[in-house]
């Protein structure tokens, strides 16, 4: 499993705009699928956005619309662009990554390890 780090979160009000990123170290993202995934307290963690190694996107019904996922393989990175937040997003949003789509966008369950993740605070 690639090892990723996630940063970029922050405290913002409801409105605003954050943008995350997704690093990858020791191996190349080119071939992967990434995701973007989101867990409030009490929640289970659920599936925000997926991008395929060619570039289609998919997104959860609750940011359509709102959230862009994209990549930038020359940085190795993923990003997340977050626009006009709401106190519902408030979460700790990680990511993940796989050469299996269906392994980031449906069984992500099967992932073994998640990074610290980056905390996305909204406030109304």
């Known amino acids: 499993q690639v090892q990723l780090v996630e940063s970029g979160g922050g405290l913002v009000q409801a409105g605003g705009s954050l943008r995350l990123s997704c690093t990858a170290s020791?191996?190349?993202?080119?071939?992967?699928?990434v995701g973007w995934y989101r867990q409030a307290p009490g929640q289970l963690r659920e599936l925000v956005a997926g991008?395929?190694?060619?570039?289609?996107?998919q997104y959860g019904n609750a940011v359509k619309g709102r959230f862009t996922i994209f990549r930038d393989n020359d940085k190795n990175t993923v990003y997340l662009q977050m626009n006009s937040l709401k106190p519902e997003d408030t979460a700790v949003y990680y990511c993940?990554?796989?050469?299996?789509?269906?392994?980031?966008?449906?069984?992500?369950?099967?992932?073994?390890?998640w990074g610290q993740g980056t905390q996305v605070t909204v406030s109304s």
């Open positions: 993940n990554a796989d050469p299996d789509l269906s392994i980031v966008t449906r069984d992500y369950g099967k992932f073994t390890f």
């Open positions: 991008i395929r190694s060619g570039g289609r996107r």
């Open positions: 020791g191996s190349s993202l080119r071939v992967h699928a």
